[in-house]
């Protein structure tokens, strides 16, 4: 919205300054912080009133009792800040921003949907079932690659859309076309799950997303600016620096919820947030075609979802466990390691290999 007023004013002779990626990013990020500051502890004080509180499991040794009774789906600060300030801010006429907002909604909306009847049941396990999850999650990773890789609508080019750009590596890989569909459709289930199953502390899930975001949106702008994609021997996609922007107003939002998310949590994001915000990184790193940075910035998404699959499908199958507990931060919290030295030694790590992923820009 703000993007067109920028373009008359500099048309008229005023300051373009605003009108830049760079600048509008950053008063992106700046605006959702603080209007998720403003309207947080309204909105908990409501999500408390209305009932919308944790139900929470015992996990054997691991007692989270002291959890029950905490406002849920707090998502929904970040669905509101974060789509509210990329429509305000982002250039709604790109046709990377509509595929973005749209998946913010479309995963914010079905994880809402999941919250609202666990709250409602009053159990944790009368959400939306398994099937159902995946089913959603399918539809669209299935609409996105017949986006990205449909010629006649998608705004790759042809040379990229179906070819991946391999970290430390200069050229691009080329897939078949259903090679490529399947693996669009996969990165979408993966990481919508991935950062579901990585919330489940407080200020665990959000802080790595921070991290992948930012990296998302520096990739993102790189690529979409013609002088830095030649310069650091990016494949240049025209309109993919928009992104950032909208990398920037959620990464805001996400910092305003870790606000009231950070331990002891004052609200819960629920799945309303981990599918927001799994679901729009995902879409994000397909439409610039860097899913494996998407890999290695998340890296702490990885390793929850891995855990969980290794001990649900390997340990149980052979009658002994191999973690104590799945995913892996109930593993070391069942060892007796506190829940906040757990989310920071997370958070360092997530850190870690978020700059791991921004060194690959050069070293290629």
């Not at 490529?180 to 991935?194: D, P």
């Amino acid at each position: 919205m703000f993007h067109y007023i920028f373009d008359i004013i500099k048309e008229s002779g005023g300051p373009a300054v605003f009108g830049y990626i760079t600048s509008r990013t950053l008063i992106a990020f700046v605006s959702s912080f603080f209007v998720t500051l403003i309207i947080g502890r309204p909105i908990i004080i409501q999500l408390y009133k209305k009932g919308f509180r944790s139900f929470e499991r015992t996990y054997g040794d691991i007692n989270s009792q002291s959890k029950k009774g905490t406002p849920v789906m707090g998502g929904i600060l970040m669905f509101i800040t974060g789509i509210g300030n990329a429509v305000l801010w982002c250039d709604l006429s790109n046709p990377f921003i509509i595929i973005l907002i749209f998946s913010a909604i479309w995963f914010g909306v079905f994880g809402g949907i999941d919250d609202y009847l666990k709250i409602k049941n009053k159990n944790p396990d009368s959400g939306l079932s398994r099937g159902v999850k995946f089913s959603i999650q399918i539809l669209f990773g299935v609409a996105l690659a017949v986006f990205v890789l449909n010629t006649s609508i998608s705004p790759l080019p042809p040379n990229i859309a179906d070819g991946m750009q391999v970290p430390f590596y200069k050229g691009i890989l080329f897939n078949s076309g259903f090679i490529t569909f399947l693996w669009i459709v996969f990165i979408i289930v993966y990481s919508a799950n991935a950062v579901n199953f990585a919330d489940g502390m407080d200020g665990l899930a959000v802080v790595p997303s921070i991290f992948t975001f930012i990296v998302i949106g520096v990739f993102s702008y790189i690529i979409g600016n013609f002088v830095h994609a030649q310069h650091l021997l990016f494949h240049f996609i025209p309109g993919s620096g928009e992104i950032a922007v909208f990398c920037g107003a959620i990464v805001g939002s996400a910092l305003g919820f870790l606000w009231f998310n950070s331990h002891p949590a004052e609200v819960f994001m629920g799945d309303m947030g981990s599918l927001f915000l799994g679901g729009t990184m995902g879409t994000a790193a397909v439409l610039i075609r860097q899913e494996i940075i998407f890999i290695i910035a998340g890296a702490i998404f990885a390793i929850e979802i891995t855990s969980t699959f290794i001990q649900e499908n390997l340990g149980f199958r052979n009658y002994r466990r191999i973690l104590y507990r799945a995913p892996l931060h109930h593993h070391f919290h069942h060892q007796g390691m506190a829940e906040s030295k757990i989310a920071t030694r997370f958070w360092i790590i997530s850190a870690i290999m978020a700059a791991l992923a921004i060194i690959t820009i050069k070293f290629r």
